[in-house]
């Protein structure tokens, strides 16, 4: 019961995972990232540890389609679930099980990966796709925001969403964009929402775990009211 964008940004080596779903909290369910190793995602009857053991794959030096065979391999639930995966090389990979529910399918390509199940149909994933690329230039975490937008824009999946996640790493041990939501009546829109007031921050906020000296940027900031 889930949509989700899995990409790689080749020029600067950034990793991220957007998705939407039907049940609540997909943000801690769905997305792995780890800076430098790869991405994965874990849909459908979503198990935490195989997200987990996709990380630790990437780590000991596996590419996408040797990692999403092992989870498949080792997972006795596997054709309950659907299963994505993105190298730091770019290699992507994934498997959707015969017992997802239709519209179940993925798309590969290079560095990108769109991906659902309990879709109203493939276009779903076609609008994905196009909303991650029409405008290359633009930071990952921008056009996976607008990937998932696109998504749900085209008709999303089959009784609509209630939690939203966006997860996009740079070269260091912490995320670059963490975002959740996570009980929502339109959740890929509430996460626009959070996603656009969180943007002039980003930069400033990942500067300062690495430099404290850095000047607090709240001022700069306009007041919402939220």
């Not at 798309?107 to 276009?123: K, S």
């Not at 749900?152 to 209630?162: F, L, T």
């Not at 041990?173 to 959740?180: C, G, I, K, P, Q």
């Not at 009546?185 to 850095?214: C, M, S, T, W």
Request: proline share 5%; glycine share 10%; with cysteine.
């Amino acid at each position: 019961m889930t949509f989700t964008a899995i990409a790689r940004d080749p020029a600067t080596g950034r990793l991220g995972i957007a998705t939407a779903t039907r049940s609540l909290a997909v943000g801690v369910r769905v997305p792995f990232v780890a800076p430098r190793r790869g991405a994965v995602a874990i849909m459908a009857i979503a198990d935490q540890r195989l997200g987990l053991r996709g990380l630790k794959l990437l780590e000991l030096g596996n590419k996408a389609p040797a990692v999403v065979e092992q989870l498949a391999a080792g997972d006795p639930n596997c054709e309950f679930r659907q299963l994505g995966a993105i190298d730091d090389d770019g290699h992507t990979a994934a498997r959707t099980g015969k017992e997802n529910r239709d519209w179940a399918g993925h798309h590969l390509h290079d560095n990108f990966i769109a991906l659902g199940n309990v879709l109203l149909g493939e276009h779903i994933l076609e609008a994905i796709e196009e909303g991650f690329h029409e405008r290359p230039l633009d930071p990952l975490e921008e056009r996976l925001m607008r990937a998932i937008e696109t998504g749900r824009d085209a008709g999303g999946q089959k009784g609509g969403q209630k939690s939203a996640a966006l997860l996009v790493y740079d070269d260091k041990d912490f995320a670059r964009v963490d975002l959740r939501v996570d009980a929502h009546g339109e959740p890929v829109g509430e996460l626009r929402r959070v996603f656009d007031f969180y943007k002039p921050a980003i930069d400033y906020y990942n500067h300062r775990q690495v430099d404290p000296r850095v000047k607090p940027l709240f001022e700069a900031i306009p007041d919402k009211g939220y």
